[in-house]
């Protein structure tokens, strides 16, 4: 895995490198997810093929918890 760098601006903005929008197919109004992990952030572009990958990994219950759960720590912050 190569590091790619990029410099976040005063008002908080970022450029994804050109080589990941064109692998990770973030176009021009791609929405993206962030998230937080350990102190690692996590940008995910939320795309069709993104959404089809998710098919199922919420089976067993649980996933109404999970949101309300996501729900209360962001109102936390």
Same mark, same amino acid.
């Given at each position: 895995?190569?590091?790619?760098?990029?410099?976040?601006?005063?008002?908080?903005?970022?450029?994804?490198?050109?080589?990941?929008?064109?692998?990770?197919? @973030?176009?021009?109004?791609?929405?993206?997810?962030?998230?937080?992990?350990?102190?690692?952030? @996590?940008?995910?572009?939320?795309t069709?093929?993104? @959404?089809?990958?998710l098919?199922?990994?919420?089976?067993?219950?649980?996933?109404?918890e999970y949101?309300?759960?996501?729900?209360?720590?962001?109102?936390?912050?």
């Amino acid at each position: 895995m190569t590091a790619e760098k990029a410099v976040v601006t005063s008002k908080g903005q970022l450029v994804i490198p050109a080589r990941l929008r064109k692998r990770l197919k @973030i176009k021009k109004g791609t929405v993206v997810a962030f998230s937080e992990d350990n102190g690692r952030l @996590i940008l995910q572009p939320v795309t069709p093929e993104w @959404i089809a990958s998710l098919k199922g990994s919420l089976k067993g219950g649980g996933a109404l918890e999970y949101l309300l759960a996501e729900r209360k720590k962001d109102r936390e912050l």
